[in-house]
């Protein structure tokens, strides 16, 4: 049996259609609203632990300020300031955690847009190679297209050439073989001519002939 025996197959481009790239720039999208979304229960389940913590830190607080009342104002003073350093630290931390989870979200944000415009440019950088190649090859079709044209009038012509070559040729080997004709035809005419013209003469009675010359 013949045939073609195929051993091996390499795919080196491979282009996917629109609507998969628009499916897959949402899909991106999609995970990225949904990574934010994860982070912004995180940071309000944090800062609502945190407020809970200060709650309860201000509640355990103000307890032990009221037993504190009782030993002095001095030591009363002492805590307060305790307190307020506690607080200090208290809104510190939130204030960290609160900075931490806007620049995580703004990362999160600025990846998925970097990732959807690199899609964008390989699909348009891709659309732009396959547009060329298919113009490279139309013009390549284009020249292909004429040179055969010009060669197919060329034939014609040279065809052409040859054809008109043998009929002049042929029509010159007829001219001379009918030219010996031609000239027995007219030298008959020229007497049947000359006999009509004599016959005439001869029939009228008014000619008179003077002489010869």
Known sequence: PQGVEILDVTIKQITLPDDIQEQMSQK???????????MQQKHDMQVLNQTESIKTLKQAISEEKMELKKDGAQKALMERFALEEEKAKAEAVKRDITTQMAVKVAMVKAESALTVQRIRDTTKLETERVKEEAESMARVTRCEAEAAVKEMEAKVNHKCAQMQAK?????????????????????FKTKLYRLRAQDALASNEKLVVTGTS
């Open 28 to 38: 991106t999208m999609v995970i990225s609203q949904n990574a934010e979304q994860r």
């Open 167 to 187: 009929g002049e040729k042929a029509l010159f080997r007829a001219e001379g073989i009918s030219a010996p004709m031609n000239r027995a035809l007219n030298e």
